[in-house]
């Protein structure tokens, strides 16, 4: 009842990284307690589908990193939330600028006019971190904290919501895994905070209801990886796994290192060598300041998932995401092969066509053509920024194959080999696969 007696009405209140993960939640929490939301968010388009009714402001934080250039977004804004953030660099995500430059801008800004800050940082965020991930965060902090304006430093750990990102992804796919249970540094003591908590504690700062200072936000007593693993999948409701596969350093710092590579192709892969360094020096924090500060502990894992509802879209959203690298591998794969085969096959490609009627430098260019095509899709498919809009093209370039053979050349629907028939499974592959690598 007491969460329910705050008010946050008539307060405007700028939230960072308004979509996301966190920041989603965070702007349906004020808007429920009265505040003027208005969200930066870096895709006002997408915004406004994921977030109706919120005043959008187009921004990238890369490009805010002067007190100047955050006057238009902070006129008539009393407090900024910041939830933006960014794993590790990569062609979308400057660390540096996002979680440093622009916050000390954003800090400047701020306590020139009179507007309070609540940061929601990272525990383990300090100057000789072992991530640079950590180190920028700790780095805005810093100059937040030297910036004059009223500031709450908020430091959860593993946040657990109803819907997932990040370090909830990595559980889920884990969890979903059949039979056996993959994990590494089982032992690494880790100590969650649910998104509700997470959430009223942003709205306790915003209506200036806690002393202004820095806590961690987490539960009281740390649990070992394994058991927060084998929490998760009892509350997906998966099967108990029947033996435990532990991974040894060597083979989980191979596969941060591939998930790295994947990064510059425009994957934000959870198993980035940023995600396996926390993961093996755990997730601490000290509970007393926040506890100290509002008499009340956080909830422990097994309440926070006794909180939500587990459904049949969170199984499958946990499917799904283990299964997408594989589906993505298969569909670069099958249109790269196709492409390759139809020019290493060129005369006998060629003369399926000739049978039909066709010039022979017509027949070897058309071949040559859309051979060269599927390779392009089947590389593109691999660039992360484009795979979505690759997989409908994908579906639209088969769809003309076959009403184009169909045309041409109906006896192939009689090949015992059948090539036509095979694309349609091909076609359904990258139906599947479009709304699976969907970002948010």
């Known amino acids: 009842m007491a969460r329910c007696a705050l008010t946050l009405t008539g307060k405007n209140i700028l939230v960072l990284g308004a ?21 930066l968010v870096r895709k006002p388009v997408q915004g406004a589908l994921l977030l109706d009714g919120i005043k959008l402001v187009q921004g990238d934080l890369r490009r805010f990193t002067h007190p100047q250039d955050w006057e238009a977004a902070l006129t008539g804004i009393d407090c900024v939330v910041n939830c933006a953030g960014a794993l590790q660099d990569g062609p979308s995500d400057d660390l ?35 991530t ?45 895994v059949p ?39 987490v539960e009281d007593q740390a649990q070992s990886l394994r058991d927060v693993l084998a929490t998760t999948r009892r509350w997906l409701g998966f099967p108990a796994a029947r033996f435990r596969l532990v991974m040894p350093p060597v083979l989980t710092k ?21 995600a396996m360094t926390v993961m093996a020096s755990g997730v601490a924090g000290d509970p007393a300041p926040y506890r100290a500060a509002t008499s009340r502990s956080l909830r422990p894992l097994p309440e926070i998932y006794g909180s939500m509802t587990s459904a049949r879209e969170h199984r ?35 003369g399926v066509l000739t049978e039909a009627g066709w010039a022979d430098a017509a027949a070897v260019s058309s071949v040559v053509f859309w051979s060269f095509v599927d390779i392009a899709l089947g590389l593109a498919v691999l660039y ?10 994908q579906v639209g370039v088969a769809a003309f194959y076959v009403l184009a053979a169909t045309v041409v050349t109906p006896g192939l629907w009689l090949d015992p080999l059948g090539p036509l028939v095979k694309v349609l499974p091909a076609m359904l592959l990258s139906l599947v696969a479009w709304p699976m690598v969907q970002s948010r």
Request: aromatic share 6%; hydrophobic share 50%; proline share 5%.
């Open 384 to 393: 992360g920024p484009w795979t979505a809009r690759v997989c409908l093209a």
């Open 254 to 274: 191979a596969v941060a290192r591939c998930a790295d590579a994947l990064g510059y192709l425009g994957w934000r892969s959870p198993l980035r060598s940023t």
């Open 179 to 217: 039979l056996v249970q993959p994990i590494a540094y089982p032992a690494t003591p880790v100590r969650c905070v649910g998104m509700e908590d997470l959430c009223h504690a942003v709205v306790t700062c915003c209506a200036d209801e806690v002393p202004q200072g820095a806590y961690d936000l």
């Open 316 to 350: 499958l959203t946990a499917r799904m995401s283990l299964l997408a690298p594989l589906v993505i591998t298969v569909l670069s794969l099958f249109w790269v092969l196709s492409g390759i085969f139809g020019l290493v096959g060129l005369p006998e490609a060629a």
């Open 96 to 130: 540096a600028a996002v979680h440093h430059h622009a916050i000390a801008a954003l800090g400047q800004a701020c306590g020139q006019r009179g507007v309070s800050v609540v940061q929601i940082s990272a525990i383990g965020a300090t100057p000789n971190a072992d």
């Open 132 to 176: 640079e991930f950590m180190r920028t965060k700790a780095a805005g902090d810093a100059a937040l904290e030297h910036s004059g304006a009223d500031l709450w430093i908020l430091r959860p750990g593993l946040v657990i919501g109803q819907s997932d990102y990040g370090g909830t992804t990595l559980l889920r796919m884990l969890a979903a």
């Open 19 to 39: 979509y996301g993960f966190i920041g989603a939640a965070v702007v349906r929490a004020l808007r429920c307690r009265g505040a003027q939301v208005t969200g």
